[in-house]
């Protein structure tokens, strides 16, 4: 159009003013093409400088094998999908139990600091409250100040029977469980009668808005959907916490889902275990160096079981699969949720799990009801499938051997995560649940306060994850620290000193040689566990792991506060 008019100019005779006009034209079509060069520029440039939705996804009790991308059996192809797109990360760390991990998480401190150092009583001593603390931010309430719509959904369990809720902690908006263990809405039994808040209100389980008979994570997840369109509304980036209750026990799912998996665990723990070991060695998760933690002597081969014994066992193990299958399934409604409203490119989704494998109820498990598996019944996996649960690892929840604390990892985020890093490979380096602080607040572009409420905040102890998922910038290597029920653990490097218990002596690995702890270096290096035992005991009196109390003699528990109802925003 401009060298059309030019070519106008110079060879057709006109009038001063109609040349004058003429310039003026050219001019705005000028401007105007530099106006859309502007546009086409910034939209090109869009991912670079906008705030990234997150969506921090934790799911309760699921061991480090428990999905597609490290090992299982179990289809996950939501998450395969969201591993193969983005980042997985095969040395990623919880704190080894469901509420110091929360703890963790939503603060970027180590949970002795946010006054949950154990579980939710309070035992007199500031690590040991059992709730978040006035000494704490959390994730909400630090993205809130910087302008995001802040939601929950799932299970709480940092302190509501102290009286610290989501809508007091930054959340704009929740549905919630004060602690966990419920998955179907007619759930009677254990955990059955537990009350549910929306946006701090008690609500009924059977409130036609949830549409009942729900299924937990299915209900976590489509309210969570409902947030985030609130979130679009107001034009506002969100952070959607989404706290899954499953696969925690009691296990149970829908009969549908379990009947899929039934059979299919005839084969039993010891050749699954191989097989899952296998597939994590062919991946690149885990060095065909690092060997196979031996089946315990408390744990029977599956091939002395009887018949009856097996297909018990195997219903246990159908009915956790079928609840992995639920959680997949939720996940894939996230991710279709979010491209329907042209989110998906710009959010970061973050899945993984609170602790390992759980093998509480011992060898036996737990498997209770006229049909085990239904909202009626108890069933719990036991020792036995924890073991395959946490393939290659030792030890299970509770303990701060690689069982207990490793989980999976998986980042996703198509604008923010560098495309020579998606894939099939792993991000080896070690990280910890205290970088997604440092990580939110880096990429969200928020301020970590000094004080809140008239309250100093302690300092955040973690780092941004943002070099690993764009390859810009550096990751320092730093010490880490576990503490819980006096299981304890200290990772310098490649070198970690674990121990089991207050008095179990302390055991030395090179994780570079021997992830899976089976060579204990502790009688040769005894200058290193020296060393690293005080480096230790100086942390642990630093955050308040100790003075530990004695958990026999805790205080009684606080008289419940009446939640306070939630603020319209």
């Not at 969201?82 to 139990?97: I, K, M, P, V």
Request: hydrophobic share 35%; with cysteine.
């Amino acid at each position: 159009m401009p060298r059309l008019l030019l070519s106008r100019l110079s060879s057709s005779p006109a009038s001063p003013a109609t040349m004058i006009h003429s310039l003026r034209f050219l001019g705005a079509v000028f401007v105007s093409a530099c106006f859309a060069f502007s546009l086409t520029q910034l939209s090109a440039n869009a991912k670079d400088v906008s705030r990234p939705n997150i969506i921090v996804i934790m799911v309760d009790d699921m061991g480090f094998a428990d999905i597609g991308p490290y090992g299982s059996e179990i289809p996950t192809p939501n998450l395969d999908q969201l591993a193969e797109d983005g980042l997985r990360f095969s040395q990623f760390y919880n704190t080894g139990r469901c509420c110091p991990t929360r703890a963790s998480l939503l603060t970027g401190l180590y949970s002795h600091q946010a006054g949950i150092g154990w579980m939710t009583t309070d035992q007199g001593e500031p690590g040991y409250q059992g709730r978040l603390n006035d000494s704490c931010v959390t994730l909400a309430e630090v993205l809130s100040d910087a302008g995001y719509f802040t939601a929950m959904t799932g299970k709480w369990h940092v302190g509501f029977n102290h009286g610290v809720t989501p809508w007091d902690r930054g959340f704009d908006r929740s549905l919630n469980l004060p602690a966990g263990g419920v998955h179907f809405s007619n759930q009677t039994g254990s955990k059955g009668q537990s009350k549910l808040y929306l946006n701090g209100e008690e609500v009924s389980k059977d409130d036609p808005q949830f549409n009942p008979p729900w299924y937990g994570s299915d209900l976590w997840t489509e309210q969570g959907i409902k947030f985030v369109d609130e979130a679009i509304a107001a034009g506002k980036p969100f952070f959607w916490y989404l706290a899954h209750a499953a696969p925690h026990f009691p296990c149970m799912a829908p009969e549908a889902t379990i009947a899929k998996y039934r059979g299919k665990y005839m084969d039993g723990w010891d050749k699954l275990r191989e097989a899952r070991y296998q597939r994590q060695v062919d991946s690149g998760l885990i060095d065909a160096d690092w060997k196979l933690e031996p089946r315990p002597e408390a744990i029977p081969a599956w091939d002395s079981l009887s018949d009856d014994e097996k297909r018990r066992y195997d219903d246990i193990m159908a009915i956790y699969a079928a609840m992995i299958e639920e959680i997949d399934k939720n996940v894939g409604k996230i991710v279709a949720s979010l491209k329907q409203r042209g989110q998906l490119d710009n959010t970061l989704i973050l899945f993984l799990s609170d602790n390992g494998g759980n093998a509480e109820s011992g060898i036996q498990g737990k498997y209770e009801g006229d049909s085990p598996g239904d909202p009626h019944s108890n069933v719990f996996i036991g020792r036995c499938w924890a073991h395959l649960n946490n393939t290659p690892f030792r030890k299970y929840k509770h303990y701060n051997h690689e069982g207990g604390i490793a989980t999976p990892l998986i980042a996703h985020w198509p604008n923010g995560i560098a495309a020579d890093k998606t894939g099939s490979g792993w991000e080896t380096t070690p990280t910890h649940l205290i970088d997604i602080m440092a990580t939110c607040v880096d990429l969200g572009k928020a301020s970590y306060p000094t004080s809140r409420g008239g309250h100093a905040i302690l300092p955040m102890e973690g780092q941004s994850l943002r070099p690993l998922l764009t390859g810009e910038g550096d990751f320092k290597p730093r010490t880490l620290y576990w503490e819980h029920e006096g299981n304890a653990a200290i990772r310098v490097g490649d070198q970690k000193l674990v121990r089991t218990g207050m008095r179990g002596p302390w055991e030395l690995y090179d994780l570079t040689q021997d992830r899976t702890e089976q060579s204990d270096l502790a009688a040769s290096q005894s200058d290193t566990v020296r060393d690293m035992t005080n480096q230790w005991r100086d942390w642990a009196k630093r955050v308040g792991a100790i003075p530990k109390p004695n958990a026999s003699k805790a205080t009684p528990k606080a008289k419940k506060k009446k939640p306070k109802k939630q603020a319209s925003r």
